[in-house]
């Protein structure tokens, strides 16, 4: 079994930047594509970013394409998300989520291990 812990919010200024860390236990960490979603107070969950097993192939929201960038270190069992030029509307709680689907995919239903989330504020 998988388990994700993340690290790295914060309370930081329009324009700031912060990466956030996904820290994953269980031998076969590397095996699994790793999204990054996140959840604004009163709203859905949505998705942010993702990356395959390798860092090869990435994906990402319109909302993070320009701004946001993915990758992971397997030695470390380790993904990264660095959110760059950080505005007001990216304040949310940003949960990491492992997949045993194998896809690199968008949908929240595809993935099955959970971390807790860390909160990022971005005051402007």
């Known amino acids: 079994q998988v388990h994700l812990v993340e690290s790295g919010g914060g309370s930081v200024q329009a324009g700031d930047s912060l990466r956030l860390s996904c820290a994953g236990s269980?031998?076969?960490?590397?095996?699994?594509?790793i999204g990054w979603f996140r959840q604004a107070p009163g709203k859905e969950r949505e998705f942010v970013a993702a990356i395959n097993w390798s860092g090869s192939n990435t994906a990402f929201a319109d909302s993070a394409k320009d701004r946001f960038t993915i990758s992971r270190d397997n030695a470390k069992n380790t993904v990264y998300l660095q959110l760059n030029s950080l505005k007001a509307e990216d304040t949310a709680v940003y949960y990491c989520?492992?997949?045993?689907?194998?896809?690199?995919?968008?949908?929240?239903?595809?993935?099955?291990?959970w971390g807790q989330g860390t909160q990022v504020t971005v005051s402007s």
């Open positions: 269980g031998r076969i960490f590397s095996n699994y594509p």
């Open positions: 989520a492992a997949t045993t689907s194998g896809r690199t995919t968008s949908g929240p239903h595809w993935y099955d291990i």
